[in-house]
Antibody, heavy 115, light 107 residues
């Protein structure tokens, strides 16, 4: 079964850092680009980042550019999101989604930025 | 950036109704569009890809159409499990952008 599972969410103070992980299984992870998408409480979906299958190219949304870094470890079938300088408005459920066409999503991990 | 304007933002309908949701792109995106269903507390689920192709396992009452700047998602006969929020997503260029969502509620 094709599956992605996020982890690493939690409560963090404004200005703090957090690293999210996304573990992939059931497919050849190294052959797929991957995305991070978030959803603030009661709000819509916001794409935040994409990384190509090799990790050589990365894209970011304006709201996270310069603060968040996407990366991957194909040997570990894992995707990461390093989040620095966190703000209250970064509070959201963070999803990883497979491929440029977003065909498979994880269940999400909640990040709460609050003092 | 490509803006995706989705309408309506909410819709009240009954079981058995035919429902149409529209997404308009601010510039042409060929058929680089997907439709997603999201239920409360759950991850989005892809229904349609490439604007009109039905995701495997999705009931045939769901259909998509359009190309360029105008796209529609149609549910031919609403079932109780279809009451959810629906989003379109363009993957033609970066940044990827979603429509604002359509909340489909029971009348």
């Amino acid at each position: 079964e094709v599956q992605v599972v996020e982890s690493g969410g939690g409560l963090v103070q404004p200005g703090g850092s957090l690293r999210l992980s996304c573990a992939a299984s059931g497919f050849s992870f190294s052959g797929y680009g991957m995305n991070w998408v978030r959803q603030a409480p009661g709000k819509g979906l916001e794409w935040i980042s994409y990384i190509t299958y090799s990790g050589s190219t990365k894209y970011y949304g304006d709201s996270v550019k310069g603060r968040f870094t996407i990366s991957r470890d194909n040997a570990k079938n894992s995707l990461y999101l390093q989040m620095n300088s966190l703000r209250a408005e970064d509070t959201a459920v963070y999803y990883c989604a497979r491929h440029e066409w977003f065909d498979t999503w994880g269940q999400g991990t909640l990040v709460t930025v609050s003092s | 950036d490509i803006q995706m304007t989705q309408s309506p933002s909410s819709l009240s309908a009954s079981v058995g109704d035919r429902v149409t949701i529209t997404c308009r792109a601010s510039q042409g995106i060929r058929n680089d569009l997907g439709w997603y269903q999201q239920k409360p507390g759950k991850a989005p689920k892809r229904l349609i890809y490439a604007a009109s192709s039905l995701q495997s396992g999705v009931p045939s009452r769901f259909s998509g159409s359009g190309s360029g700047t105008e796209f529609t998602l149609t549910i031919s006969s609403l079932q109780p499990e279809d009451f959810a929020t629906y989003y379109c997503l363009q993957h033609n260029s970066y940044p990827r952008t979603f429509g604002q969502g359509t909340k489909l509620e029971i009348k």
